[in-house]
T-cell receptor, first 112, second 111 residues
Framework: DTEVTQTPKHLVMGMTNKKSLKCEQHMGHRAMYWYKQKAKKPPELMFVYSYEKLSINESVPSRFSPECPNSSLLNLHLHALQPEDSALYLC???????????FGPGTRLTVL | DQQVKQNSPSLSVQEGRISILNCDYT??????FLWYKKYPAEGPTFLIS?????DKNEDGRFTVFLNKSAKHLSLHIVPSQPGDSAVYFCAASKSGNQFYFGTGTSLTVIP
């Protein structure tokens, strides 16, 4: 298994909803990342997990809450989002911290 | 402040010709560089990388050139194929640290 999977592919939610994005890899990678990408912009780093511990939180609002239940799984819990949070959310993994990253297909999030 | 820049938002090339995508960076401490390719509605796919100890790395039709003195790297695709049409991002890092992505160049290969 040489890919990063993300579910769901698309998500539409209201500002009062609670939802979660999921990311999974079975490549034995020990680092996992969440990025946010707006149209025509580069991916922006949100969170980094290294050996299942949160190592970087790039000043992301608390309405985004990451979770790493085990070395293969990464979740992003969403609560009380704003319309400006609508974006493509990308998960990536790498063998070790800051090695070459392999991206999932992303979740297209729309906040109404 | 954008530490990695791709100054050409778009590029059109005839099928079979060479595509040259450019990337400039400002941080002289960067020592690892990558190119990613992104199709619409998909995540970026790793294409090729180069470390600062080299000035060229080749993988099939893709070659990355690094000019450290100019803080410039380029991706050459020869020959270009319609399936190469995508957005290409360059990224740079100092080993063991965060990657910084450029804004992307949209390549269109015309059949």
């Amino acid at each position: 298994d040489t890919e990063v999977t993300q579910t769901p592919k698309h998500l539409v939610m209201g500002m009062t909803n609670k939802k979660s994005l999921k990311c999974e890899q079975h490549m034995g990678h020990r680092a996992m990342y969440w990025y946010k990408q707006k149209a025509k912009k580069p991916p922006e780093l949100m969170f980094v997990y290294s050996y299942e511990k949160l190592s970087i939180n790039e000043s992301v609002p608390s309405r985004f809450s990451p979770e790493c239940p085990n070395s293969s799984l990464l979740n992003l819990h969403l609560h009380a989002l704003q319309p400006e949070d609508s974006a493509l959310y990308l998960c990536a993994s790498s063998p070790g911290p800051w090695d070459t990253q392999y991206f999932g297909p992303g979740t297209r999030l729309t906040v109404l | 402040d954008q530490q990695v820049k791709q100054n050409s938002p778009s590029l059109s090339v005839q099928e079979g010709r060479i595509s040259i995508l450019n990337c400039d960076y400002t941080n002289s401490m960067f020592d690892y560089f990558l190119w990613y390719k992104k199709y619409p509605a998909e995540g970026p796919t790793f294409l090729i990388s180069i470390s600062s100890i080299k000035d060229k790395n080749e993988d099939g039709r893709f070659t990355v050139f690094l000019n450290k003195s100019a803080k410039h790297l380029s991706l050459h695709i020869v020959p270009s194929q319609p399936g190469d049409s995508a957005v290409y991002f360059c990224a740079a890092s100092k080993s063991g640290n965060q990657f910084y992505f450029g804004t992307g160049t949209s390549l269109t290969v015309i059949p």
